[in-house]
T-cell receptor
């Protein structure tokens, strides 16, 4: 079974702090994704990566950056957290051998910025 | 601009009846469509998908129908069970990488 894990289920940070959200997948997937989920807005893509050290902006990259130094790990960075970044953050991965475009999601990190 | 739209935020169905969740899209380049199911405090899980070369795909109680001319797809759940109560997201792709998600429909199946 594909497993996608996220470093924290719940996180509380203060405005202006630098925040790291970590995601690890164990299926050797090439593609990894970061989404945020907000009520009434669904899932919105922040960034994705299709290879080590490669990254692409999604629909809402402002205020975020990412890092992919190893194939299994994809980090989301909030350089200076703001209250409007309070959200549920979901990491996903996909790769060959899976149904086309099927993404596997982690359990999510509920981030609160005070 | 929302390219995948789920216009019903919620749906309530009695156990044993059919649940029909609808999804519309605007981008004619989309060639693959997926449905995900999400329980509270969990990540979404893949449910069923359909390629644009098909108009129907069935997996047990779940069937997805695609109407390309109307840019519309629907998910049918028959019979509905209380464990089906969750938020359902429709998603579409044309790039091979990223998925465009709808806002979700919250399904409640009552006993």
């Amino acid at each position: 079974d594909v497993k996608v894990t996220q470093s924290s289920r719940y996180l509380v940070k203060r405005t202006g702090e630098k925040v790291f959200l970590e995601c690890v997948q164990d299926m050797d997937h090439e593609n990894m994704f970061w989404y945020r989920q907000d009520p009434g807005l669904g899932l919105r893509l922040i960034y994705f990566s299709y290879d080590v050290k490669m990254k692409e902006k999604g629909d809402i990259p402002e205020g975020y950056s990412v890092s992919r130094e190893k194939k299994e790990r994809f980090s989301l960075i909030l350089e200076s957290a703001s209250t409007n970044q309070t959200s549920m953050y979901l990491c996903a991965s996909s790769g060959p051998g899976q149904p086309y475009n099927e993404q596997f999601f982690g359990p999510g990190t509920r981030l609160t910025v005070l | 601009d929302q390219q995948v739209k789920q216009n019903s935020p919620s749906l309530s169905v009695q156990e044993g009846r059919i649940s029909i969740l609808n999804c519309d899209y605007t981008n004619s380049m989309f060639d693959y469509f997926l449905w995900y199911k999400k329980y509270p405090a969990e990540g979404p899980t893949f449910l069923i998908s359909i390629s644009s070369i098909k108009d129907k795909n069935e997996d047990g109680r779940f069937t997805v129908f695609l109407n390309k001319s109307a840019k519309h797809l629907s998910l049918h759940i028959v019979p509905s069970q209380p464990g089906d109560s969750a938020v359902y997201f429709c998603a579409a792709s044309h790039s091979g990488y990223a998925l465009n998600f709808g806002k979700g429909t919250s399904l409640l199946v009552t006993p």
